[in-house]
C-alpha cells in the first residue's frame, strides 16, 4: 500500500511544460487522500485554456500508475492565476487578469481578433469580460449580434451577456447605428474610466479589453489606470502594419506594461480545393516584431471569408463554425495566450515572495 509520501515524491516529477516547475511546489495537488488503497486528489490547473492541460493529465495518471495504483480518484479542475498586481484600493478587485488587445494601425481586424478569442477562452469554462474601448467607432455589438441597452442596477451598469461573456461598449448607448462618436481627449478617458469602474464585472479570469488603434487616449488611460495583465499586439503581415505596431510596442514598454505576445491577422489564404495555403500580404510579419523585441509570436490568423461573414452578421466564427480551421486558429491561440498568463502570473508571485523576504531580512538587521 502506497503513503502520501510516495504519492507526492512520485507527482513532483511532474513538471509544467510552460512554468518548468513541478505539481506539488505549485500547489496543484489538492485533498489528497489514501483509503485503503485507493488514492484520491484533485489535480488543480493553472487555468482551463492551458495548451498542456491534457498532457499534465497524463503524466499525472503515468506516474500513479508506476507506483502499482490501481484505484485512482482524480479529479480534474482549474483555478486562473492572478497575472496583475492587486492592492486594497483595486478598482475591479474581481477580475484577475486584464488582456489589452492593441495595433498600430486601423484595419488589421484587431476587434475580430478580440471577440473570438474572447469566445474561445470562455468556451474552455473560463469567466471572461470584454470592454470595447474603441469609443469613435465601437464594433463589438454589431460583431456579436447584441442590440439591448444595459440597464443600471444600484448605479451599476449590468453588461449583457452573449455566450457566458459580459460584454460593454459605447455602441450600447448611441441612440442609432449611424451616429458618430465625436468626443475630446478628456471625455473619451473619462468614458474608458467608468467603463472599468460603473460596470458590474463582478468575477472575472479574463477581461479583454479591444483597444482603439493607435496611441491615443484610451491606451493610455487604461494602462495608468489600473494594473493590466499585458498587451497582446495584433497585426498583419505586410511591412507598413509591422513598423506601425512596433510603435505601440514602444509606447507600452515606456509604460512598463508586460506584452503578451504578438498575433499575427490576415496572414494566409488557404486554397479551398487543395488546401494551399497563399501569402497575398506577405509572410513573417509577427515573426519579425517576435524576434526583433524577443516577445512570444502568439500565432497565425488565416484570411477566410466566413470570418468577416460572422463578423457582419453577428455570429463570428469560433461560435457558429467551430470546426473551422479559422476557428481552430483562434481556440489554439487563446489557449497560447492563457499560458502565457500563466507565466506571467507565477514570475510575478515569485518577485513578490522575494521582495517580502529581502524586506523581513532587511528588517531583522534594523
Known amino acids: ?4 509520501d510516495q504519492v507526492l515524491n512520485s507527482l513532483k516529477k511532474v513538471v509544467d511544460p510552460e512554468l518548468h516547475k513541478d505539481i506539488v511546489s505549485m500547489g496543484m495537488i489538492k485533498d489528497l487522500s489514501i483509503n485503503d488503497g485507493k488514492v484520491a486528489f484533485t489535480l488543480e490547473l493553472t487555468t482551463p485554456a492551458c495548451p498542456f492541460n491534457s498532457d499534465i493529465e497524463r503524466d499525472v495518471r503515468t506516474a500513479m500508475a508506476s507506483l502499482g495504483v490501481k484505484d485512482l480518484n482524480m479529479r480534474v479542475t482549474a483555478r486562473v492565476m492572478e497575472g496583475r498586481a492587486l492592492s486594497m484600493d483595486e478598482l475591479l478587485p474581481g477580475v484577475k487578469n486584464i488582456i489589452a488587445v492593441a495595433s498600430g494601425k486601423g484595419g488589421v481586424g484587431k476587434t475580430t ?3 473570438n478569442l474572447a469566445l474561445a477562452l470562455a468556451k474552455t469554462g473560463a469567466k471572461v469580460g470584454l470592454l470595447d474601448a474603441d469609443i469613435y467607432g465601437p464594433s463589438v455589438p454589431l460583431m456579436l449580434g447584441l442590440k439591448a441597452s444595459p ?3 444600484n448605479n451599476k451598469i449590468q453588461p449583457p451577456m452573449v ?7 459605447m455602441g450600447f448607448f448611441y441612440e442609432q447605428s449611424q451616429q458618430a462618436g465625436i468626443y475630446r481627449g478628456p471625455i473619451v478617458s473619462g468614458i474608458v474610466k467608468q467603463f472599468l469602474t460603473d460596470v458590474n464585472w463582478g468575477e472575472l479570469d479574463y477581461l479583454i479589453i479591444d483597444l482603439p488603434p493607435g496611441t491615443g487616449d484610451a491606451p493610455l488611460t487604461i494602462a495608468q489606470t ?4 499585458g498587451i ?3 497585426t498583419t503581415p505586410q511591412d507598413v502594419a509591422m513598423n506601425v505596431a512596433v510603435k505601440a510596442i514602444g509606447m507600452f514598454n515606456k509604460l512598463n506594461v508586460p506584452i503578451i505576445g504578438v498575433v499575427e491577422n490576415m496572414s494566409y489564404l ?3 480545393h487543395c488546401s494551399e495555403q497563399v501569402y497575398l500580404f506577405g509572410q513573417g510579419g509577427g515573426k519579425k516584431i517576435s524576434d526583433e523585441f524577443k516577445i512570444p509570436f502568439i500565432g497565425e490568423i488565416p484570411l477566410h471569408p466566413q470570418i468577416r461573414e460572422g463578423s457582419d452578421t453577428g455570429n463570428p466564427s469560433v461560435m457558429s463554425q ?3 480551421i479559422q476557428s481552430h486558429a483562434f481556440t489554439k491561440a487563446a489557449k497560447v495566450i492563457a499560458g502565457r498568463i500563466s507565466i506571467i502570473a507565477t514570475e510575478m508571485q515569485a518577485q513578490e515572495q522575494a521582495e517580502a523576504k529581502a524586506a523581513s531580512e532587511q528588517a531583522k538587521k534594523e
Open 113 to 115: 481578433v478580440s471577440v
Open 1 to 4: 500500500m502506497v503513503t502520501v
Open 151 to 153: 440597464e443600471v442596477v
Open 232 to 234: 497582446l499586439i495584433v
Open 270 to 272: 488557404q486554397c479551398p
Open 226 to 229: 489600473i494594473p493590466i495583465t
Open 163 to 169: 455566450e457566458g461573456i459580459k460584454v460593454i461598449s
Open 322 to 324: 467551430p470546426e473551422s
